[in-house]
């Protein structure tokens, strides 16, 4: 077509002279820089979502957004109630209706939606991007919850029949902690200690003094101490205020030892003054004196002791006591002696066994350092396995004749057991005739046993072959998974050919587009290597224009035919997409026929089950 134009235009000036003035317009085409930003983020956000078609450039910016937006309201595993079916290079009137039903479908989403189809076909980015971005959350958001769900689906499968190493060892240990918590609740739960008489007349703060007192517990206005806190006796000092917390302090220890002296113990004892008095009176301090004035007591009863008795009598006494003294301690020497040589000799034995084990540990550390060496080989890797396949024969067979012989050792043993009872029960002895007809009916009974045998393992191999062709059988779900699969499949191998084939279309393009531009090459460059001689007379002009007659009916002729080609593929076209839009509508009405179909299964699987309740009941 642009060689037909060329070759009329240059005919043209050839015949009529005339100068073709063209007059270039320019057009300010503005772009909305916003819509394009928009654009850019919209595909940027498919993609960032999982959306990987919108990568391929074949694709309009019409199909890359709205396949997206299909795409995700399917991901965000949502009820709609909407059939969306989006088909890529759509005509008008699909475009229209699919747009209709992505808006139906986001409003029964989000109520809040203010997207209009109209928005969707003429790509109003500005107002489609808030939209895919709500699109893509909700998409993310039901995938986390399909992923957690799974999780904890896999979790509770996997405690159904396992355990981690962490849990187990809390569950052997479990106890320990149980008895351990239960001891010390029981050794530091409250006790009481002292119970209190009647008291008629008391204040509610002395009752409660009371009552913490019978548990050994003392609350109170305690003495401050200047050492400890300096700055805050200092303070009080300034303020007046030390005299009064002092008075208070021996005040309230006033009316706890009044309180003490109206408690008797918990074992109905009555409880001394001076006691009660020692006992609050002393603290971690007071163990140091109380130990000092026992030494001093002792050694004053001691002197007086020396002072009552003559000195004779007590020489001997104390030489008597130190003699038996003595004697004691001879006999604890001998025997910690005694202790410490067998001690010794124990610990000698260990120290030897020590040596010994050590030298065993340092000969299998080095045979074990010279086998590794060997098992690094290549060369000996075969020798190895054959080897750990002969240990494990010989693990098995060790195993199995350690069995066999512990099982030969249980019948012996009862057998026995029989023969004794037997014995001790008197029986009878079987003469030769009578063992021989019972060994004879052994036989035959043993013959039997094994023929049955035989038909009992010819039943089982039976069984588990029909078994085998049984599991070979795909389930349902199975077959439903076996479906999908073959549906992607069948998709992606479209959707390649499809790409394939357009590239086949676009490259036989370009191969005719470049053999015509050569041909025009060819033709303009004859001519314009031919004008010039033509111009010189005129019957070569005359046989130039002839020529270039010739040549523009053959490309008339040409264009007509193309044309021709290019009309019979419009009406193909035009057949071929009617047939496919025919079939897209079976292909909807199938996909509403089976959906149709399952939830009438499901429906009749529910009131089967329910049936078979009310029978079971009845």
Known sequence: ???????????QRARKGIKAQDEDTEFDVREDEEQAVKQDETIQLLLAAGYFRARIKGLSVFDKVVGGMVWCITASNVDVDVDLLFQENSTIGQKIMLTEKIVEALNRMNKNMTLEPHQIQGMDFKSIF??????????????????????????????????????????????????????????YKPRRQYKPKKMRKAVDEMRVQATLLEYGRRYGVSKKKKEDNKDKAAIAQKLGDDEDDEDAAHKEEENIKKLMTGMADASDGVVSSDAIESMFTTQSATIAELSSEYAKHS???????????????????????????????????????????????????????LFQVREKKRELEEETERLDHLEGDDANKPIIAQLQKYVNMYDTFRSQLKNFKGTCQSEMEGWQDRIDDLKASGAIHIDEERAAEIMAQFSVETEKLNKMRVKASKKTRQIALIQRKMDEIPSRAELAQYQRRFND???????????????????????????????????????????????????????????????????????????????????????????????????????????????????NEKLTARLERVYTKT
Do not use: C
């Open 1 to 11: 077509v642009t060689l037909w134009r060329t070759m009329t235009s240059v005919f």
């Open 130 to 187: 808030p939209v895919v971005q709500w699109l893509v959350k909700r998409t993310f958001e039901a995938r986390r919850e399909r992923e957690k769900m799974i999780r904890r689906r896999a979790m509770v499968q996997f405690h159904r029949s396992f355990q981690t190493p962490e849990e187990v060892e809390f569950e052997n240990r479990k106890p320990t902690f149980l008895g351990s918590l239960h001891l010390a609740k029981e050794n």
């Open 299 to 353: 050694a004053e009863m001691s002197a007086s002791e020396q002072e009552r008795g003559s000195g004779t009598a007590a020489h001997k006494r104390a030489v008597t006591a130190l003699n038996k003294q003595i004697q004691k301690l001879t006999e604890k020497l001998a025997q910690a002696r005694a202790e410490y040589g067998q001690v010794e000799g124990v610990a000698q034995q260990a120290h030897d066994h």
């Open 489 to 603: 499949l069948n998709e992606q191998m479209n959707g390649k050919y499809r790409e394939t084939k357009q590239f086949i279309t676009l490259y036989n393009i370009n191969k005719d587009v470049e053999k015509y531009f050569n041909k025009e090459q060819t033709l303009l460059t004859s001519i314009h290597e031919n004008f010039p001689k033509a111009m010189k007379s005129k019957g070569n002009t005359q046989a130039f224009l002839t020529q270039l007659d010739s040549i523009l009916e053959g490309i008339n002729k040409n264009k007509q035919l193309l044309l021709n080609r290019s009309e019979e593929e419009k009406t193909r076209r035009d057949g071929l997409r009617d047939e496919h839009l025919a079939l897209l509508d079976m292909e909807r009405v199938y996909t509403k026929t089976v959906r149709d179909y399952e939830r009438e299964m499901a429906k």
